[in-house]
């Protein structure tokens, strides 16, 4: 399996404050992703990295930011947590070493379920 | 508007065939089709991706038309450990890639 590790793997919060979620790899590689996961709708990309520093948005990003400082870390956080963000986060990364896309495999970390009362 | 369409569920009975379907109208000229298998309380898990026509690997085969606007999944000889939620993945222009909402599979003895 791709070394992911997500920390926390359970987190309960209160709305307004903020929060960070972790997604570290020790497989090097370029393309980093996260997704969160709700009913009905499947995995929804938040944000990705493709290199130390560079990020991009993706489907649903409000509400969210993202950093990237070392290649092994991509941090996920929720500025002020809303009710409407309490879901499953996912970290993925990209098999690839040069590029990113769906010619790639992605390999997912085990979850963080994030409840905000 | 890129929409990736999936059954919600599916039923099935062990030691047969099952041909989930996803529906992709606008999938980018050069972009695959892969799916991904979920279990509870885990990360989908890569099955099976595909361009164009039949891919065929240990586990699944895929389908793809020529018009490349839907793709089936085909697990063959399904058991009860196949039961799971399965996931097709597309990519529109952009870096547009969209998941669809997942058909739980469910087989039965």
């Known amino acids: 399996d791709a070394g992911i590790t997500q920390s926390p793997r359970h987190k309960v919060t209160e709305t307004g404050t903020p929060v960070t979620l972790r997604c570290h790899q020790t497989e090097n590689h370029r393309y980093m992703y996260w997704y969160r996961q709700d009913p009905g709708h499947g995995l929804r990309l938040i944000h990705y990295s493709y290199g130390v520093k560079d990020t991009d948005k993706g489907e649903v990003s409000d509400g969210y930011s993202v950093s990237r400082s070392k290649t092994e870390d991509f941090l996920l956080t929720l500025e002020s947590a809303t009710s409407s963000q309490t879901s499953v986060y996912f970290c993925?990364?990209?098999?690839?070493?040069?590029?990113?896309?769906?010619?790639?495999?992605?390999?997912f970390g085990s979850g963080t379920q994030l409840s905000v009362l | 508007l890129a929409k990736t369409t999936q059954p919600i569920s599916m039923d099935s009975y062990e030691g047969q065939e099952v041909n989930i379907t996803c529906s992709h109208n606008?999938?980018?000229?050069?972009?695959?089709i892969t799916w991904y298998q979920q279990f509870p309380s885990q990360g989908p898990r890569f099955i099976i991706q595909?361009?164009?026509t039949k891919v065929t690997n240990e586990v699944a085969s895929l389908f793809i038309p020529a018009d490349r606007k839907s793709s089936t999944l085909s697990l063959p000889r399904v058991s009860l450990s196949d039961t799971a939620v399965y996931y097709c993945l597309v990519g529109y222009n952009n870096n547009d890639m969209r998941f669809g909402a997942g058909t739980r599979l469910t087989v039965k003895p």
């Open positions: 606008n999938i980018a000229t050069n972009d695959y």
């Open positions: 595909g361009y164009k």
């Open positions: 993925a990364i990209s098999a690839s070493l040069f590029s990113g896309g769906t010619n790639e495999k992605l390999f």
